[in-house]
């Protein structure tokens, strides 16, 4: 069982979210190019509960994708080995217009561009932390 935590259930009382039975939670850690001013407090917390963690992103098609990752990446930071993969959350509000919505293509490229640097980022890191660089062959 898991949970989702952003901001307007963090103004609600989300810490409540905290003493329930999950296994995993999600933290909203940006949304667009704006960092979610609970994330840090929340990102703490599930650190020192047995659940595991992970970290979203509120992807907005009107900004630019790479410099959504970059961000997403800054803000959440080093993960732990047994954090969730980083995710988006990519919906109805993503789109800023009528006319963004009625260009399936587009918004297609503009998400596949967003998660393939994120993969990119996040994959290498995982493969090169796992090469020791000062073993002799």
Same mark, same amino acid.
């Given at each position: #069982? +898991?949970?989702?935590?952003?901001? /307007? #259930?963090?103004?609600? +009382? ?17 949304? +667009? ?19 595991? /963690? ?24 080093? *993960? /732990? ?20 919505? *009625? ?35």
């Amino acid at each position: #069982q +898991g949970g989702m935590l952003f901001i /307007r #259930q963090a103004r609600k +009382g989300g810490a409540n979210i905290f003493k329930m039975r999950i296994g995993n939670l999600f933290a909203r850690a940006a949304y +667009g190019l704006k960092e979610d001013p609970t994330f840090k407090e929340n990102w703490q917390q599930m650190d020192t509960r047995p659940i595991i /963690r992970g970290a979203y992103h509120f992807f907005l098609l009107r900004e630019d994708p790479i410099e959504q990752a970059r961000f997403f990446l800054q803000v959440i930071g080093q *993960s /732990r080995v047994n954090d969730l993969c980083p995710a988006v959350d990519f919906e109805e509000m993503s789109l800023s217009s009528e006319r963004e919505a *009625s260009s399936t293509t587009a918004v297609q490229e503009k998400l596949f561009e967003y998660l393939n640097y994120l993969e990119l980022q996040v994959c290498f890191a995982a493969t090169t932390d796992d090469i020791d660089v000062n073993t002799s062959t």
